[in-house]
């Protein structure tokens, strides 16, 4: 049996690697097909919410890191309810890839804030780094011509 290809999920931002002090690359977060198996496994209640993983990775409501598990980090959506998707850097083949999904409780992210494992995402994060990402693109340099001026 042949095996499946990894299927693009979602891509990874630097405001999630500012946000937790990670250094993952920015790249393609892929998803295989073993992730079903293992959710049915593990967390088989939500296995039927599989199709909110990319909306998870792309507008996620926190962001944090399991201090038990380097080169990864956690995306928490609330929805219905809270949904955590890991995603972990594999090592050997240089990708990013989903290891896990599950519900959270609101308890468990309040504990997860207050302790700072969670970072809350603000729009504004994703607006300054989408127009800082456009800039080092596009090579555009601002200066400063005069006290409240910019060019």
Known sequence: MKNKPLEKV???????????????????????PGLKTHIQKRHPSIVHQMYLIPRIIANPDY????PTKPCSIE??????EHFLVSV???TRNGYL????????SK?????????GRLKRIHQDWYSY???LYFLCENSIIFMKIGRNDWL
Do not use: H
């Open 10 to 32: 979602g891509i990874y931002k630097a405001v999630y690697n500012s946000l937790t002090g990670q250094n993952l690359p920015c790249s393609d977060i892929m998803q295989s």
């Open 63 to 66: 962001v944090g890191c399991d």
């Open 75 to 80: 995306l928490v959506k609330k929805l219905s």
């Open 88 to 90: 972990t850097l594999d």
């Open 97 to 104: 890839f989903v290891s896990s999904f599950y519900d959270i």
């Open 107 to 115: 308890s468990k992210v309040e504990r997860r804030l207050n302790s």
């Open 129 to 131: 780094f989408r127009l």
